[in-house]
C-alpha cells in the first residue's frame, strides 16, 4: 500500500541495513505476512520479533540446550518455520524433538500445539504449505519422515528412496542419505536433496518416490529453494556452486513403484569466481526476478544478488559487515532481506527512499533538472466561476468505494493457483481435516509487565 | 465482512435495546418520552441504492461534567468510550445506556481515546502531556506514555494493536510501542497544534494534520514526509482519518466542508456541505454497516449524515443542545453514537429503526 506513494524508482532489491536484531538467533525466516521474523537460536530457543516494533514479543522455549559448536549451529540447531497464515510455529533441534507452537494462545510461555520426539536428531523440519499438521521431518542420519498428525490420518511414514534393481553390485551400495528435505511451494511434492548430487521428488499424498534427478558435478545437495510459483529449484551444493533448474510437469505414476529418472540440466549457475565462496543459503526475491545467495565466508558477511530476468547477471553484492553469515531469507512482499550473523545478530536489509523535501509543501513537485514550462492551451483562460462550480460538481458525482480493499495482483494469482487446485486430488487431500489457522487472526499484544508500568 | 452476520445480530440485539429502553436506571433525569417500538417492517437489505437512512434516539447517557471530546465504540461493539475535559474516561453500555466502568487516573482533561483492536486495552490522550494505555476489564492504567512536551491532543492504534501514534499540541507526531510503552520515532511534523492522527490498514501510512492548515502522509517505519495536501484556500483541517479500505482520506474544515481526497492524486473526490464547522475540533466518520454514509457533528447542535456518493444530506439528528464535536459508528450495526459539549454534556446513542 505504501509502495504507491514512497516507490519512485522501481529497483527491487534491498540495498542497505535497516536494523540489526540483537537475538542471538543464527535462523531466521520472516512470517508469510512479513510483519514477524522468527529466529532460532543455537541454545535452543526462537524468539519471534514484531518488524512494526522492532521488539522481541513471543520467546519459544521447549527445546534442551544441545548444540555446542558453532559449526553445528550453521548444520542445525533450530529451524523456524511458519504456517501459512503465520498462527503456528515449527521448530526442531538436535534434542530429538520437533515443537508446534501455537501464536494464537494468549498466554506467556506460548502454548505448544504439538511435540513431536523422534528417535535421532532432527536436521530440518517444516510444515505442508496447505495444511500445519503435516510435517516433514529430516533427521540426522539422513532419513525423511512424513509425520500426518490429523486424526484420521494419523501416520508417520519414512520416504524411501527406490533403488534400481536391475545391477546387482547396487545390492552391496549404501543407501544415498538425505541431506535436505522441502516441500515445493504447491505442497504436491516433497523434494529432498541426496549426499551423491542428486533431487529426489516424492508424491507427498501416496509418499512414492516420482522422480530422481541426478545434479552432475553436484556433490552434497545441501540446500533447495523454490520459486514462488515451484516451477524453478535452486539447489546449493559442496561444490560451490547454486544451480538454478526449470523444473518438469511430474505426472501421477499409475504403476506402482515407476519414476522418472531424469538429469536435469541447470539453466543458470551461480557461483563466486574470485573467493570461491561455498554458500550458506539462498533465497529468491518473492516475483521470482532476484536470487540472494548468502556467502560461507569467515571474515565478511556478503549477500550476493543475481538478476535472473537478465540471464542471470550478477547485480549486486551486498556487504553487512565483519559478522560472518549464517542464513538468508527474502520477504515474502517485499524488497527486504533478513540475514542472521554469527554472532546472533539479525540484520533486516531494506530499500532506503532518499526523504523528498518536496512532499512537505503540497502541490509541489521536485525535478532534477530544469523544465521548459509549456503552457496548457487553457491555463490562462477566464471562465465563469459557476461552470467551474458546476463541472467540478459533476466530477464530484463519480461513485467512489470506500471498503473494498485495493486487489494486490498477487493475491489475485493465488486466488486463481486456488481455484485450480481445488479440482487436484493432492490438494485435495491435504486440505482434508484443516487446521485453525485461519486468515485475519491477531495476535494479541501482550504488555510487558517486567518495567516500571506506571 | 458478511453482510448478513451484522443483519442478525443487529435485529436480536435490537430485541435487548428496546427491552432495557423503557426503564433505564442510569438516566432518570432524562426528558425524552421513550421511542416508539419500532414498527415491523421487513429488514432492508444493505447498501441498496438510495436508500434513507432512519436512525432515532436510542438512549441519552449523562455522567460528564464537563466537555465531551470523543467518542469511540470498541471495535468487538460491546462498549462505548467516551473521554471528557473532566479527566475521565467513561465505558458504556451502547445496547443499555449504562455507564459501566470509569477510567480515572489523568490529571488534566482529554481530547482523545482509541481502542485496542482486541478491545482490551483503551489509549487515551490528555492535556497533562501523558498518553495512557488502560486494561478496560480492571480499570487500571497499564502504561503511561510521556514524552510529548505540551497537550497531546489524538491518538490512534493501528491494525495489530502493536503500535500507538499521537499528535501533540508542539506540533510533534510520536509512534509508541504499546507493550513497552516506549517511543519508537518522534517526527516534528507541524508547526502547529496536531488535531488529528491516523494509521492506514496496514500501518504503513500515518496521516496527520494541524491547525497550520496541512494534512500531511507519512511513511510509518523510516518517518518520512511523504505527501502534503493543501487545501488551497484558507480552510484549517482539524479532522483526518482513513476510508476503512485506506484508500482515500476523509477531513473536516473549518470552512463547514467535510472532504474526501484521493491521497495518491491529491484530488478531492467529494466536498459534503450543509453543517456548520468554523470554530471547534469536529470529527466525522464513515458509516459502512448499512447504507454508506458519512456521519458528522455541527455547530448548529446538530448530527449530519451524508450519502457518501450523491452527498445529499439524508437525515440531521436533532436533540442535542450544544455543539456536537463527536461522533462515531458501530463496527456492525446501524447506531450512532454522538456527544455534546459544556451546556448539553450527554451522549446520545441512535439506532436505525428499521433494523
Known sequence: MNGVLSDPFTISYPTAVQTSLNSGASFAKFDPSGNYVAGGRPDGSAVVWDLDTRAPIRWLEGHVKAVTSVECVAASSCFGFWSRNSRYVLTSSKDWNVIIWDLASDTDPVRRRATVRFDAPV?????????????LVLLSPGDAYLVDLRKQCRSRVELCEIQEESDDEGQGRARSAMTVVRFDPTGRYIFAGTSVGSVLVFNTRTKTMVARHKISGAGIIRGLDFAKGGRRLVTNSSDRTLRQFNLPVYTASTVEGEYIEQELEPTYRFNDPINKNAWHAMAYSPDGEWLAGGAADNASHKIYIWDLANEGQFATALDGGPEPLLHVHWHPKKPSIVSTTNVGNILVWHCPTP??????????EEVDENVEY?????????????????????????????????????????????????????????????????????????IDDDLDAV | ????????????????????TEDDPQVPER????????????????????ERPHYELRHTMRGHTS?????????????LASCSNDKVVKIWSPFTGELIRNLNGHTKGLSDITWSSDSVYLASASDDQTIRIWDVDSGLTTRTLRGHSSFVFCVNYNTSSTLLVSGGCEGDVRIWNTSK?????????????????????DASLIVSCALDGLIRIWNTSSGQCLKTLAEGHDAICQHVQFSPNSKYILSTAHDSRIRLWDYQTSRCLKTYEGHRNEKYCIAACFSVTGG??????????????????SREIVQVLEGHTDVVVAVATHPEQNMIASASMESDLTIRIWADRRT
Not at chain 1, 536436521?123 to 510435517?135: D, G, L, M, T, Y
Open chain 2, 67 to 79: 466537555s465531551i471530546s470523543a467518542v469511540k465504540f470498541s471495535p468487538d461493539g460491546t462498549f
Open chain 2, 292 to 309: 454508506k454514509w458519512i456521519v458528522s457533528g455541527s455547530e448548529d447542535n446538530k448530527v449530519y449524515l451524508w450519502d457518501l456518493q
Open chain 1, 355 to 364: 526523504e523528498r523535501w518536496g512532499a512537505f509543501a503540497g502541490g509541489f
Open chain 1, 374 to 446: 509549456e503552457e496548457r492551451e487553457d491555463e490562462f483562460d477566464i471562465e465563469d466561476e459557476s461552470e467551474i462550480a458546476l463541472r467540478k460538481q459533476k466530477a464530484e458525482d463519480e461513485e467512489i468505494d470506500v471498503e473494498c480493499l485495493i486487489e494486490d495482483p498477487s493475491s489475485k494469482l493465488a486466488v486463481h493457483a486456488q481455484r485450480i487446485a481445488d479440482d487436484d486430488e493432492d490438494i485435495v487431500w491435504a486440505a482434508e481435516e484443516p487446521d485453525d489457522d485461519l486468515p485475519g487472526w491477531r495476535m494479541k499484544v501482550m
Open chain 2, 1 to 20: 465482512m458478511d453482510p448478513l452476520r451484522g443483519l442478525d445480530e443487529s435485529s436480536t440485539d435490537d430485541d435487548a435495546a428496546s427491552q432495557t
Open chain 2, 31 to 50: 426528558q425524552e418520552p421513550a421511542p416508539p417500538p419500532p414498527p415491523a417492517q421487513p429488514v432492508p437489505t444493505p447498501g441498496s441504492a438510495r
Open chain 2, 181 to 201: 510503552g516506549k517511543c519508537i520515532k518522534t517526527i516534528h511534523a507541524h508547526l502547529d497544534y496536531v488535531t488529528a492522527v491516523h494509521f492506514n490498514r
Open chain 1, 123 to 135: 536436521v530440518c523440519a517444516s510444515f505442508h504449505p496447505r495444511n500445519s499438521q503435516i510435517v
